[in-house]
Structure formats: structure tokens, C-alpha cells
């Protein structure tokens, strides 16, 4: 009886897991470990039909279906694969939304694919080719000293291009050490030389607190980049969720000294702004976050001031409303599932963006993708990891020409 229990058990666990994928639960109470959920079946449905059919086949083999409920776990567990079959149906065209959002930049897929070995274990293990300098210190701050790591190939390069990576957490957790390791560690397998900051985290400190300390750190990447083997002239910077606002915010707020305390003179122009899976309003102009997105996080916590009264903090902090038509090249991915940074909202800063910018603008929309979809290696990050390298290689070698023939 205790194996039909079990697998049972194992069949509500399954139907439930594919369910909450398919349809993550919006709710403020449930929005986290939902989205956690769902992004764990998404990101390894394979891995995860395997093992439960070999747990299946052990059970069945133990007499489970000697009894009804064993019975009734199977069918909900063979319901659950044909479900996470469509689950992975989906995720396989994310190599199809990689080519044709290259196609229509003109941009050839270039530099290291993902190896299938890594897609399959899915851990972000750095490899021996890759080497990682931990917490460098690069600003001293209101009795903070704020740290980042550098990630960089085993090679003698002193050209390499610079790729600055800024963790989410929705601006009050989160550190350089666990958002974006696997494309951090591709881009310097593929030659770039990546940098991965922190920044002050509320409530300690309220937006634009934040901004001021990541363009801080791209004033220090552009001073210290030759030291490590870099090519200053040329930075990308990336972020996801709450980095990917920030990210965004420094593309859009160029050598803007309001946001440069101290330093208001200094060089905080990018060459290309990659944002993942961003925050691109915090108003929740559009309705799309949970109600209580602003009375609750973006209030008492990030902006400290309330909506109605200051206006203008909140759009100042808004990617949305910060478009100009002299603003970086972007290159953005999302995932359509994606249940804290809302896929209309990244459609409508993508739609301005495209039609206010005399810049490329590159959008990589990701079917079937939940939240922080690039923790780990799976067939979408991998993709998107490809993807994003193809444009930002592009985006280099067309500064090298333009060096080139501006020096002949």
C-alpha cells in the first residue's frame, strides 16, 4: 500500500508542478515560490519526465498498481508528460526566435555555442578555461565598501571587450556571486572580459542610490579594465529583473551628472545595453505587476516616496519613460511567461524604443520562459546566451571598422 501511496503522490506533485508551469499563480502570496516553481519545470522538463519515470518504473515494479490510488497516480502522471511534452515543444523554438531576431538585425550567429553536456546538467560550472578574481572593491560609500568580480579567459589577450553584468533581487537582495553566471562565464570563454557588480541594497538606500553605484563601477571598469586585460573603449552592460532596470537606466542616462554624485564629470557613455527579463515601468501603469507592487515594494522600500504625491521619481526611475533618440544600441530578452517583469511591459519599452531610437534595437522574446529563465543552463538561456554574444560581437567589430576607417 505504501508504494501506491507514493505514487500517487508523485502523480499530484507532477500534474501540479506542469499545472502552476502552464499557469503561474499571480497572487502576492504565491508569487514567489510560484514563479521559483514554475521556473524549475520549465527550465528542465526533460530531466525532470526522466527521473520521474525511472521513480515511476521502480514503484510500479514494487507493486503500486496493485491498488486503485496507484492506478490514479499513473494516469496523473502520464498527463503531466504529455502536458510537460507541449512544455518543451515550446521551448525548443527558442532557437527559431534567436535566428530570426538576428536575421532582422543582420547579425550572424558568432563565437562558442553552449555545449549540450552543460544544457543537460543544467549547473553553471565555470570550466577551467574560465578564471574568476573575487571581490575587488570599487567604491567606498556612506561607510559601504562596494565590491565586484571579474570573470576572464586563461589567455594572454589585452583586447578584450568589456562586459559588465548587474544582479536583480527587485533592489532589496541579491548579490554579484548568484544572477547571470552562465552567460557571465560564456561571455569570457568567448573573449570578453565580464565584470559582475553589487550595488547598496534597500532599504539602506533609495533609488537613484543604486544607479549612482553601478555607474560608479563603469567608471571603475573603464579606469581598470587594461589591468585585467581589457579594451576600455568598448562596454556592454547587462542586467536582469532589477538589474536589467538598472541596466537600462544606464543606457538611457548617459553621463547624466544627476546621477553621478561626485563623479559628475566622468565617461558613463555604454556601446550597448543588454537588459534580461527588466523592469521597465515602476509605476504598474499598465496593470500588469500585482496590486501591490507599489504600496507594498516600490514605496515604503525602493523609491520612498508615495506615487500620487512625486510623480517624477517614479518616471525617473521608469526605463519607459527615460527613451530618447540618442540612446545605445539594445539588445533585450524576455520570456513570455515570465510572472514578476510582465512581458508587456518589456513589448512596450521594445515598441518606443524602436520607434524613438536611431540605434539597433535587437528584442529576443522567449515562449514558454519564466522569470530569471538564465539562473542555470537550459535550452532557452543557452539560446539567449548565443544570441545576445552574436550582437554584442557584432556591435564590437562594427566600432573596430569604424576605428579603423576613421584612422585612414
Known amino acids: 500500500m505504501l508504494v501506491a501511496i507514493l505514487l500517487l503522490l508523485l502523480g499530484l506533485w507532477a500534474a501540479a508542478a506542469t499545472f502552476n508551469a502552464l499557469y503561474p499563480f499571480r497572487q502576492t502570496a504565491l508569487l514567489f515560490p510560484s514563479m521559483f516553481w514554475s521556473w524549475f519545470v520549465i527550465g528542465l522538463p526533460g530531466q525532470l519526465v526522466f527521473f520521474q519515470m525511472i521513480a515511476t518504473g521502480l514503484l510500479i515494479w514494487w507493486g503500486a498498481l496493485d491498488y486503485a490510488i496507484g492506478w490514479i497516480g499513473l494516469v496523473l502522471l502520464v498527463l503531466s508528460w504529455l502536458a510537460t511534452g507541449f512544455i518543451l515543444a515550446r521551448t525548443r523554438k527558442s532557437g527559431d526566435v534567436v535566428d530570426t531576431a538576428l536575421s532582422s538585425a543582420d547579425v550572424t550567429r558568432s563565437g562558442p555555442s553552449v555545449p549540450v553536456w552543460r544544457v543537460l546538467l543544467a549547473a553553471p560550472f565555470r570550466g577551467r578555461t574560465v578564471e574568476k578574481i573575487k571581490n575587488v572593491p570599487f567604491r567606498r560609500n556612506a561607510g559601504h565598501i562596494i565590491k565586484l568580480d571579474v570573470y576572464r579567459d586563461k ?6 571587450p568589456v562586459f559588465m553584468y548587474i544582479h536583480g533581487g527587485g533592489w532589496v537582495m ?11 562565464h560564456h561571455m569570457a570563454r568567448a573573449g570578453w572580459l565580464c565584470f559582475s557588480v553589487n550595488y547598496r541594497l534597500c532599504p539602506g538606500v533609495a533609488l537613484p542610490d543604486q544607479l549612482a ?8 571598469i573603464r579606469e581598470h579594465a587594461e589591468e585585467y586585460g581589457g579594451d576600455p573603449s568598448f562596454v556592454a552592460v547587462s542586467g536582469g529583473s532589477a538589474g536589467g532596470n538598472l541596466a537600462a537606466l544606464v543606457g538611457l542616462t548617459e553621463n547624466d551628472p544627476r546621477y553621478q554624485p561626485g563623479f559628475e564629470d566622468a565617461d558613463t ?18 496593470g ?13 522600500l525602493v523609491i520612498k516616496a508615495f506615487l500620487d504625491d512625486e510623480p517624477e521619481k517614479f518616471a525617473e526611475m521608469s526605463p519607459l519613460d527615460r527613451i530618447h533618440p540618442d540612446v545605445p544600441p539594445f539588445v533585450i530578452a524576455q520570456g513570455d511567461r515570465d510572472s514578476l517583469a510582465p512581458v508587456v511591459e518589456a513589448r512596450a519599452f521594445v515598441e518606443q524604443l524602436e520607434s524613438t531610437s536611431q540605434k539597433r534595437v ?9 522569470h530569471i529563465f538564465d539562473l542555470g543552463y537550459s535550452y532557452q538561456s543557452a539560446q539567449m546566451i548565443e544570441g545576445m554574444l552574436a550582437v554584442l560581437n557584432d556591435e564590437y567589430e562594427g566600432s573596430l571598422n569604424t576605428s579603423d576607417s576613421g584612422s585612414q
Open 213 to 220: 553605484d553601478v555607474k560608479a563601477g563603469l567608471v571603475w
Open 288 to 300: 500588469t505587476q500585482t496590486p501591490r507592487f507599489v504600496p507594498m515594494l516600490m514605496e515604503p
Open 174 to 184: 541579491g548579490d554579484k556571486r548568484e544572477q547571470g553566471i552562465p552567460l557571465l
Open 155 to 160: 589567455t594572454d589577450r589585452t583586447d578584450r
Open 362 to 370: 535587437v528584442y529576443m522574446e522567449f515562449p514558454g520562459a519564466q
Open 269 to 286: 557613455s555604454v556601446q550597448i545595453t543588454a537588459p534580461t527579463y527588466g523592469i521597465y515601468d515602476v509605476t504598474n501603469r499598465m
